[in-house]
C-alpha cells in the first residue's frame, strides 16, 4: 500500500510492470494512486508493425501506433516474441 513513502507501490516486486522491485517508477511509465495501491501504464506507444500478402506473393509492410480490439486483452513481456 502507498502512503505517500515511496515514489509507487503496486503490490509486487516485479520489474517491467512500471513500478520496479525497490518501489521506483520505470523509464517511460507512469504510475497514479486508486485506493492506496498504485496502477501504472507505459507512456511511450509500441510501434505495431504488420504485413500483407497479395495473390502475386508481393508483401506490403504498414506500420501503425494505434490498435483496437474488440475485447479486453493482457500482453506480458512472455507472450512478446521479436522475430
Known amino acids: 500500500m502507498n502512503i505517500g513513502l515511496r515514489e509507487c507501490d503496486d503490490g509486487n516486486r516485479m520489474n517491467g510492470d512500471g513500478c520496479d522491485q525497490n518501489c521506483h517508477i ?3 511509465w507512469a504510475c497514479k494512486t486508486v485506493d492506496g495501491k498504485d496502477h501504472c501504464h ?4 509500441p510501434t505495431i508493425r504488420h504485413a500483407t500478402i497479395d495473390a502475386n506473393f508481393t508483401f506490403t509492410f504498414v506500420s501503425s501506433r494505434f490498435i483496437t480490439f474488440t ?3 493482457l500482453i506480458t513481456r ?3 516474441k521479436v522475430h
Open 26 to 28: 520505470e523509464k517511460d
Open 42 to 45: 507505459r507512456t511511450d506507444m
Open 71 to 73: 475485447e479486453g486483452i
Open 78 to 80: 512472455n507472450d512478446a
